[in-house]
């Protein structure tokens, strides 16, 4: 069964750093992009990046470049997204979510992670 | 960025409705858009891609089309577990981004 299992709630104060952890299985990991979503409290869906698990190449939001960092470990199937210097408008679910696998469907999220909640407040 | 704009929010419907919702972006982005389903507190489920390729398991009631900046998906007849909200997403352009969410409700 194709599965994204990811890291616990974090409670964060602003200027802290975070990094939520997504372990696949069920499928081979190298072979799928990883991307990062997020969903403030009520609101929409805001995509992040992604990163190529195969390659460790990263692709990021400008909104979110110097801030946000995408790796992975193949030995274990595990992607991360760590975001540094989180304000109160960092609050929210962050979903993982895995890239349909024929080249020019990679932008379509078709397996998701059941989302890892974060708050930021001091 | 492209913006993704839809319409309309809330749509109010009863079950054995046929529902459409539209959704318009700033720019051509040929066909590449997707449709996501997304319950209260659950991860959002690709429904469309493509503009028009129904995903692997997704009833055949879901149905989507259009291209370069307006797009329409179709729930043929509305049942009690589809009452949720839908999002668009372009993928033809980076940053990848969302429409605002359309609520299907009763």
């Known amino acids: 069964q194709v599965q994204l299992l990811q890291s616990g709630a974090e409670v964060r104060k602003p200027g802290a750093s975070l990094k939520v952890s997504c372990k696949a299985s069920g499928y081979p990991f190298s072979g799928y992009y990883m991307h990062w979503v997020r969903q403030a409290p009520g609101q929409g869906l805001e995509w992040m990046g992604w990163i190529i698990p195969a390659t460790g190449g990263t692709k990021y939001a400008q909104k979110f470049q110097g801030r946000v960092t995408m790796t992975r470990d193949t030995s274990i199937s595990t992607a991360y997204m760590e975001l540094k210097n989180l304000r109160s408008d960092d609050t929210a679910v962050y979903f993982c979510?895995?890239?349909?696998?024929?080249?020019?469907?990679?932008?379509?999220?078709?397996?998701w992670g059941k989302g890892t909640t974060v708050a930021v407040s001091s | 960025d492209i913006q993704m704009t839809q319409s309309p929010s809330p749509v109010s419907a009863s079950v054995g409705d046929r529902v459409t919702i539209t959704c318009r972006a700033s720019q051509d982005i040929s066909r590449g858009l997707a449709w996501y389903q997304q319950k209260p507190g659950k991860a959002p489920q690709l429904l469309i891609y493509a503009a028009s390729s129904l995903q692997s398991g997704v009833p055949s009631r879901f149905s989507g089309s259009g291209s370069g900046t307006d797009f329409t998906l179709t729930i043929s007849s509305l049942q009690p577990e589809d009452f949720a909200t839908y999002y668009c997403q372009q993928a033809n352009n980076f940053p990848l981004t969302f429409g605002g969410g359309t609520k299907v409700e009763i």
């Open positions: 979510a895995r890239g349909l696998p024929a080249p020019g469907d990679t932008y379509y999220l078709d397996v």
